[in-house]
């Protein structure tokens, strides 16, 4: 199973970007996943994230900026990003559960941590 993300792209500062990820495979429409981002020269960090019950979690630059959402029918995961800044600038990441093959289906394990994750997006936001 691979992810892919896609919507990155070059935005003027103040601009919005829509990021989207999707699965080779039908499998995480019921399992936590979330979006991680990279700029250059600092460590992978948590954006946002998204329990199987709808329960969200954002980073202190990202919240009230930043909205997270699964659609569950289809297991795309979408991050909304409004009001970028330069400091946005980085490779966006999306990740999901764990999961456990079983009985010609996947189960998502609610694990403490991401097992599948995409290449990722670049966003590069310029003033």
């Known amino acids: 199973v691979q992810l892919m993300e896609s919507g990155g792209g070059e935005v003027l500062a103040g601009g919005s970007l829509k990021l989207s990820c999707t699965a080779s495979?039908?499998?995480?429409?019921?399992?936590?996943m979330a979006w991680y981002r990279q700029a250059p020269g600092k460590e992978r960090e948590l954006v946002s994230s998204?329990?199987?019950?709808?329960?969200?979690n954002y980073a202190d630059f990202a919240r009230g900026r930043f909205t997270i959402s699964h659609d569950k029918t289809d297991g795309t995961l979408y991050l909304q990003m409004n009001s970028l800044q330069f400091e946005d600038t980085a490779m966006y990441y999306c990740?999901?559960?764990?999961?456990?093959?079983?009985?010609?289906?996947?189960?998502?394990?609610?694990?403490?941590?991401?097992?599948?994750w995409g290449p990722g997006t670049r966003v590069t936001v310029t003033v």
């Open positions: 990740a999901a559960d764990r999961t456990d093959f079983s009985g010609g289906r996947y189960f998502c394990r609610d694990a403490t941590d991401f097992g599948y």
């Open positions: 495979e039908f499998v995480f429409g019921d399992c936590k």
């Open positions: 998204i329990t199987v019950l709808g329960i969200t």
